[in-house]
């Protein structure tokens, strides 16, 4: 009896592992898997986020954006020429979306857009997501809107 509960215990615990790529992150499932149903997973909260319309996420301290316009992410600094990353689009999860783009050069970048509003810190104005941005090794924390957006007047 001891030993039926001993190995009902070790397949139980089996059963709860997930498979792990060498850098320990989850696996990805193999090639032959079946295909899981795409979940529906809502945008980030505080304001619907259209996807399909271009969004700006700024900074400042030092100063940047990031101007998302279909697969293209242009990064914007006063200290460098613009530069141009390209994503398959965004992956939506509960309250954020993140793209991870590459620029022709082989640079990477994370932006990542979370749901909920955030201030700029030098305006009253506020915004409808909060950004952080991982580039060249350099983290960037700010905010994102709607590009169409960003001409209208601040919101007290």
Do not use: H, N
């Not at 001993?6 to 498979?19: D, E, F, G, I, K």
């Not at 279909?70 to 994503?87: N, S, V």
């Not at 979306?97 to 509003?117: F, P």
């Not at 409808?128 to 007290?156: F, H, K, M, N, Y």
């Amino acid at each position: 009896m001891k030993r039926a509960a001993v190995s009902a215990l070790a397949l139980l615990s089996l059963t709860a592992c997930q498979p792990q790529a060498p850098d320990g992150k989850p696996a990805e499932a193999p090639a032959d898997a079946p295909a899981a149903a795409p979940a529906a997973a809502p945008p980030p909260t505080g304001s619907s986020m259209d996807l399909s319309k271009p969004i700006t996420a700024l900074g400042t301290e030092p100063f940047w954006s990031v101007v998302v316009d279909g697969t293209t992410l242009t990064l914007k600094r006063p200290d460098a020429p613009d530069k141009a990353f390209t994503a398959p689009g965004a992956v939506i999860q509960p309250g954020r979306a993140t793209w991870v783009a590459k620029a022709a050069d082989g640079a990477q970048l994370t932006l990542t857009l979370y749901g909920g509003e955030c201030g700029d810190g030098m305006s009253d104005r506020r915004y409808p997501w909060t950004a952080e941005v991982a580039v060249l090794d350099q983290a960037l924390r700010g905010c994102a809107i709607p590009s169409a957006g960003i001409t209208a007047a601040p919101t007290p």
